[in-house]
């Protein structure tokens, strides 16, 4: 399949570790890019290359690759880290973008 | 510093084509590609398609039909055409830069812009 699954939400109390999952047989050949939207806000790219960390994203996020399913992972979760989470990729071709649901991340 | 800048009108009537332009700055469009997104109200994100940094392009294929990207390096500006447009259509759409191999990583994007599709 080329959709990519997220679950719809995660929840999570402060300090805790929150891990979002993103799965697709599209995965196993393709990159994985994670962005986190605020509302009302432009996503913005926070993980690339499944594991690489974008400039200027603090160290407790970091992404993991396993076959078929990607995971974005926040350590220490803050306050702030609540929003929107979108993964992204291409299909199996590597013609088309294709991006994840969205999972919403609650900090309670 | 890389910033890009949607624009166009924020109404449009249903079967009418929606027109919108991204201005960059910081960068010449020939050296990067560029992709649309759109996101309807309350919804998730959407890739409506790219232009590379040669001209190619491609489309989402659900879309494929009635959408047009294009640049304009003279003013240093990429172009959306979406035409017969209905209420589903309606969304904030964003323009971004890719940064990998057409499929990459999109950074920056552009704040957005909300086009609401009605009579």
């Known amino acids: 399949s080329n959709e990519l699954t997220q679950p719809p939400s995660v929840s999570v109390s402060p300090g805790q570790t929150a891990r979002i999952t993103c799965s697709s047989d599209?995965?196993?050949?393709?990159?994985s890019y994670w962005y986190q939207q605020k509302p009302g806000q432009a996503p913005v790219l926070v993980i690339y290359?499944?594991?690489e960390r974008f400039s200027g994203i603090p160290e407790r996020f970091s992404g993991s690759s396993s076959g078929t399913t990607v995971t974005l992972t926040i350590d220490g979760v803050q306050a702030e880290d609540e929003a929107d989470y979108y993964c992204?990729?291409?299909?199996?071709?590597?013609?088309?973008?294709?991006f994840g649901g969205g999972t919403k991340l609650t900090v309670l | 510093q890389v910033q890009l800048q949607e624009s166009g009108p924020g109404l449009v009537q249903p079967s009418e084509t929606l027109s919108l332009t991204c201005t960059v700055s910081?960068?010449?469009?020939?050296?990067?590609?560029w992709t649309w997104i759109r996101q309807p109200p309350g919804k998730g994100l959407e890739w409506i398609g790219y232009?590379?940094?040669?001209?190619?392009?491609e489309y989402n294929p659900s879309l494929k039909s009635r959408v047009t990207i294009s640049g304009d390096t003279s003013q240093n500006q990429l172009s959306l055409k979406l035409t017969s447009v209905t209420a589903a259509d309606t969304a904030v759409y964003y323009c971004?830069?890719?940064?990998?191999?057409?499929?990459?990583?999109?950074?920056?994007w552009g704040q957005g812009t909300l086009v609401t599709v009605s009579s």
């Open positions: 599209a995965l196993a050949k393709q990159y």
């Open positions: 910081g960068v010449s469009i020939m050296t990067y590609s």
């Open positions: 232009i590379s940094y040669s001209g190619n392009t």
């Open positions: 992204q990729s291409a299909d199996s071709s590597g013609t088309y973008v294709i």
């Open positions: 290359r499944d594991n």
């Open positions: 971004a830069r890719e940064r990998g191999l057409l499929t990459g990583p999109l950074n920056p």
